[in-house]
């Protein structure tokens, strides 16, 4: 069921006008561990990886509205979950947008992760490029 709204959302968005879209040097994240009640806030620099208890997440893009548009930001994040003596198990691939974080969301029994915002401005070390990700898909306004 997700699987078919997420692309029909994104259409919607995106077919409303040409989308400008500032992107992000860091993604601000979220993260709930549902056993503790403890949130935390993570920032994650484009193409570096975080930690949040047994998760790695690493954030390969960000994007935010301009401030004339509605809000929101939207990051490309890839979460994979580190248990000891365990292979890795990617959990999540893909796009998570602030304002509808059930929209493409992480399910995992422990935690929960999602996108709050992304900023910019220069951060120490981070990389020219990184990794490729494509950006959203731009789709042609509709006609009719």
């Known amino acids: ?14 077919a409303a006008g040409p989308v400008r879209a500032i992107e ?7 993260g709930l561990n ?29 994007y935010k509205a301009p401030p004339e548009d509605t809000p929101e930001s939207a990051a490309f994040l ?6 000891p003596g365990e292979p ?5 691939v893909g796009w998570m947008f602030a304002s509808s974080p ?3 969301a992480l399910e995992h029994p422990v935690y929960d992760v999602w996108v709050l915002d992304c900023r910019g401005g220069e951060v120490p070390g981070l990389p020219d490029a990184p990794s490729p990700v494509p950006p959203p898909p731009v789709l042609p306004p509709s006609s009719g």
């Open 1 to 14: 069921m997700i699987a078919r709204v997420v692309p029909v959302a994104l259409a919607m968005v995106l």
């Open 102 to 104: 059930a929209l493409s």
């Open 88 to 92: 890795p198990v990617a959990l999540f």
């Open 24 to 30: 992000g040097q860091v993604a601000v994240l979220q």
């Open 78 to 83: 890839e979460i994979v979950d580190i248990k």
């Open 34 to 62: 549902k056993v503790t009640a403890r949130v935390s806030e993570i920032d994650v620099p484009v193409g570096e990886t975080a930690e949040f208890g047994t998760l790695q997440i690493t954030v390969r893009r960000c």
